[in-house]
């Protein structure tokens, strides 16, 4: 079946005579003709009596012609509602992240990209596990570390640096902090995922390993950074969720020349021929908020 013959045959319906059409369509009078002729011919039928003077449809061409138009004008709805669909971000958008890389700057992420595209439906999947996006249909992934899959597109957002902070009211009661071997007299704040036993540290010159002594441990990011500023001891946090608390006066950075681990943080999607005007929103958009917060 050539739905182009069906096409040409409603537009010469609608032009009144096929060389009208032919300078409708951009086509010689003898290719509509051609056209016209072999749909006839699959069909079996005459849909056209045609003099020299006018067109004139048959019975069976005014049937055919109805559903015929009806079809064309779906046809031609569904093309540009796909167009339209190209140009605006519309649909659902499912994002992950690991679970410690900050509630704040996620919900604030999530809401500056529906207020600019309100008909972006978001769900957003917070998990320290490796998440298969395309296995899992997931459109995009912030991921932080080193990138394991190579099939997968990477746009930079940065680096975290890892931190020693305090509240100044646990600093001012507590013993001196002047170098990292004065750890050892505090109560130190640990992330599980980080380790149990030991802060691994380094400046321009050196790395160090430091024993943790006396310690409170737990697996949320955000229950020891809130720890540290109700002044329970000293915490090695992600420098990015300690910019309000510097700000504020909650939190101090101690022992400054010193910092833990950097990881790279990168969106990361599925390589696609043609990608989704949602998707390239949201990257265009997380890459714009999300690079200012991990500098430091």
């Known amino acids: 079946m050539d739905f182009n013959e069906s096409a040409v045959f409603v537009k010469v319906v609608q032009a009144g005579s096929f060389s009208a059409a032919a300078r409708q369509l951009g086509l010689p009078t003898s290719t509509i003709s051609t056209r016209i002729s072999r749909l006839e011919k699959r069909l ?16 069976a061409g005014t049937v055919y012609y109805h559903h015929a138009s009806q079809g064309l004008s779906y ?90 902070f305090a509240s100044r009211d646990y600093l001012e009661r507590s013993a001196p902090l002047d170098v990292p071997h004065d750890i050892h007299a505090h109560h130190c704040l640990q992330f599980t995922p980080m380790g149990r036993d030991i802060w691994n540290l380094s400046n321009v010159e050196s790395n160090l390993s430091i024993p943790l002594q006396a310690r409170t441990m737990a697996n949320s990011i955000g229950i020891v950074k809130s720890m540290a500023e109700n002044g329970q001891g000293i915490a090695l946090l992600p420098a990015f969720i300690c910019k309000q608390g510097l700000i504020s006066g909650d939190l101090l950075r101690v022992l400054p020349e010193w910092q833990g681990k950097a990881d790279p943080v990168h969106l990361v999607y599925p390589k696609q021929r043609f990608m989704p005007p949602k998707l390239r929103a949201f990257l265009d958009l997380a890459q714009n908020e999300l690079v200012s917060q991990f500098i430091c």
């Open 75 to 164: 046809l031609l709805e569904a093309e540009a509602a796909i167009d339209e669909a190209r140009k605006r971000p519309q649909g659902k958008l499912k994002v992950t992240a690991p679970a410690d890389l900050g509630d704040s700057m996620l919900a604030k992420l999530i809401e500056r990209t529906q207020l600019e595209f309100p008909e972006l439906e978001m769900e957003l999947i917070l998990t320290d596990r490796y998440v298969d996006l395309v296995a899992e249909g997931v459109d995009v992934a912030i991921r932080t570390g080193d990138l394991r899959d190579s099939s997968l597109v990477a746009k930079s957002l940065g680096t975290i640096h890892w931190a020693i």
């Open 44 to 59: 079996g039928i005459t849909l056209l009596q045609r003099t020299t003077r006018r067109l004139s449809l048959t019975e």
